[in-house]
């Protein structure tokens, strides 16, 4: 490719283009610098460069941006599918995007304005607004002949939206169905009446859910009239669920999300994303020295258990929280499931406090003077596991209550608030028990 | 449904399911008792039977089939898909597999037994075998005739594979570049040539990071002579990506997976899943409490630290076992990167170490008798949260490297480990600098 561009060979450049996938090409160009890729991407078509570029890393794709002249970038802004355009927009300097606005075409930019107006984590953040649609009462074979014309891209054709002169959704039929039908055959009469689909502000766990539950190549958005805004597209969602995922294991480390690849992240951001919280956590933490620090611990056997106490509590936090996150995000179970799910986590938290109890209860008689003193352990182990499954089970409903992501926090508070209480509660059970 | 179940009107049930999405039947019908799901199933066509019976709940899937008759059973395995059939029969009693397989037809037979052999997280289980394929000799027009007539499903027909006589893979063809390219245009000559695809015993993961980066609908599987033996489609992807970050979190929770969703989990089942966990990580702990009681603590002050020196350990740990498991998930980073990941963890952990250490060498001024004792903390402090960080990212890549899954264990784990070396650090640098 190198040696192509070198040679100036723009013919050689767009034929070898040509055979490979875009994401091949943003591939094997990631290495050249900035100069070189423009000089790659001038080569091509408009189609063929507005179809790579999405595939260079997102702050590659911000340095290229900021690297290039109008000239280059008001066609390929224009040639982006809504989508990706956006996810760029969005992470750019303001002042830089306010600046490169008259760039783009004016029935583009509605498009534009519409999506970041729409809040990140919903419906309409996440759509398409390139989709195929139709109207109702032309034949199938007269459908196929107006696809060709329209030539949508390669992720919208294969669901075309039936629409109502006022863009009103009546219903859709997939391309498979149109070129098995007789080409007589009434779109009206072919098309499903059932459609599923999304409002605009729904949220994406929800465009999740549903895509996932009925195996669709592309759900439409409609707003509050039944009227077609756009579409979600499978390849869009599927890349939700990872950033999802990863964000939320990142968060119940205590990590806060990073935007680009563990390798490629700057040890200093690094260093503050994981430093922001590790020193939150250690502020509580101090809390729990010094509540430690204030009571006088006449029984000195007892030290050797805070760790096991605090890390029985700890870990049947941790498992009662990430249970009810991943349900509340595989929609498993719901915010009106909350009693149900009350009453399971502490019917669990009773046995699986007994079940540690007894080994607890075995290794406290070692240590204690007598077995009626080794008896805090087990007590104080029931107690702090019971402790654990509530507040690990409340905490992410409560989170999704306030309408804020039940990941946010959960695991960090949960570990944090089961250790402070875990220790007042046992140093409560010692002293009322020994003295 | 139930009233026209109750009236015998199976033309009616037959056209209200032709209406609903297979999914809106299987939800809608999940309420009625398996006798009434096998009169309405029966009802229906073989196809509506084949396309609704895998959207009910897996373990309803198999209490229907023990309790199907050999005449509703046969139709219905011949019917399903093979990738869901595959599904339910893994789940089913063997020698009850073993008693329906006579059921099945023979070609059919062949299928099952090839999928059953492939490991669990393999392209090869996850792929299916109806895919629609072509030679490369004919025209565009002659194509779509022949896609007529093989009719195959809606999950396969949108790309179109192109194989020579023993099926070896030369090439794909999507079915929207079929339907714009002009009719008397070869095959041969519209069709891509740069496949993507994987190898039948690749594992999930890489099938799951290809169809994410190329965004496509299907992915080609293929065996060492490069012919095709099947595609793995993305609603199946998503599928996998959407229970692998759940079964991922539970793990890292020190939660055995479930198999149902939380709500539907025996209670039985999910102490049992939590409990064997807690367990190991309470004798984990145990080993905590017996090095803390041998150790004689001549300065009282100390005590008070030890949930923090704790937390400060396990919290790092838990970021950087996080990190590295969600980017090799990702695709971020791979094996061969470790020299590269050991040595930002190592610098990580010096700065947030040193960052944590400020603050705890204020809290111990308050408590411990001198400043020259203080230092005692911020000391253990920077030796835990580098012990965290090193076990933290060590632990994924050691799992990695001997072929199991990096969430298997690696944060309960690192948890451990940390807790029992963190003790012992603080210990062994209070003797030091106290005696």
Redesign the interface.
């Known amino acids: 490719l190198r040696s192509l561009l070198n040679k100036q060979d723009a013919v050689g450049i767009r034929e070898v283009a040509e055979?490979?996938?875009p994401?091949?090409v943003a591939e094997f160009s990631e290495g050249l610098d900035d100069h070189e890729i423009w000089h790659l991407l001038d080569s091509l078509s408009v189609e063929q460069r507005a179809e790579i570029f999405p595939y260079y890393p997102l702050a590659r794709q911000i340095q290229l941006v900021e690297d290039a002249n109008n000239s280059q970038l008001g066609p390929l802004l224009e040639g982006m599918a809504p989508d990706n355009r956006d996810d760029l927009l969005r992470e750019l300097d303001p002042s830089f995007v306010e600046a490169i606005l008259p760039l783009v075409a004016k029935a583009e930019r509605h498009d534009i304005r519409m999506l970041l107006s729409c809040p990140e984590d919903s419906a309409g953040s996440l759509m398409t607004t390139e989709y195929a649609s139709l109207p109702a009462g032309i034949s199938a074979g007269e459908a196929?002949a107006r696809?060709?014309t329209q030539?949508p891209n390669?992720?919208s054709?294969?669901y075309i939206y039936i629409l109502e002169s006022d863009r009103t959704l009546v219903g859709f039929i997939?391309?498979?169905d149109l070129?098995?039908a007789n080409p007589t055959s009434l779109v009206a009469d072919l098309m499903?009446?059932?459609i599923?689909s999304v409002k605009v502000d729904e949220s994406t766990e929800q465009v999740?859910q549903k895509?996932?539950?009925?195996?669709?190549?592309a759900i439409p958005v409609v707003d509050n009239q039944n009227r077609l805004v756009g579409i979600v597209t499978?390849?869009d969602?599927?890349?939700t669920?990872?950033e999802e995922?990863?964000e939320?294991?990142?968060m119940?480390?205590?990590?806060a999300p990073?935007s680009e690849?563990?390798?490629?992240t700057a040890?200093i951001t690094?260093?503050w994303k994981?430093?922001v919280?590790?020193?939150i956590?250690?502020?509580t933490?101090?809390v729990?020295?010094?509540v430690?620090?204030r009571t006088p611990?006449t029984h000195?056997?007892l030290?050797?258990?805070?760790?096991?106490v605090?890390?029985?509590g700890g870990?049947?936090g941790?498992?009662s929280?990430?249970?009810?996150?991943?349900?509340l995000?595989?929609g498993?179970?719901t915010l009106a499931?909350w009693p149900?799910?009350l009453r399971?986590e502490l019917?669990?938290g009773l046995?699986?406090g007994t079940?540690?109890a007894i080994?607890?209860f075995l290794?406290a008689l070692?240590?204690a003077p007598s077995p009626a003193q080794a008896l805090v352990i087990p007590l104080t182990i029931l107690s702090v596991?019971m402790l654990g499954s509530l507040v690990g089970s409340i905490l992410p409903l409560l989170f999704r209550s306030l309408g804020l992501d039940p990941a946010l926090m959960s695991?960090?508070f949960v570990?944090a608030i089961v250790?402070v209480v875990g220790?007042i509660l046992y140093m409560s059970i010692a002293f009322m028990m020994l003295s």
């Open positions: 055979e490979l996938h994401a091949t196929i696809l060709r030539a390669s992720e054709i294969y997939s391309l498979r070129i098995l499903q009446r059932d599923i999740v895509l996932a539950r009925f195996d669709f190549i499978h390849d969602v599927l890349d669920v990872r995922a990863t939320d294991a990142q119940s480390a205590a990590v990073l690849g563990y390798l490629e040890l690094m260093t994981r430093g919280w590790l020193t956590l250690f502020f933490a101090a729990t020295a010094m430690l620090a611990i000195v056997w030290i050797a258990f805070i760790p096991l605090i890390a029985s870990n049947s941790n498992q929280a990430t249970l009810v996150i991943t349900a995000s595989m498993d179970c499931d149900r799910i399971r019917i669990l046995l699986l079940l540690l080994p607890g290794l070692l240590y596991v695991n960090p570990s250790d220790i």
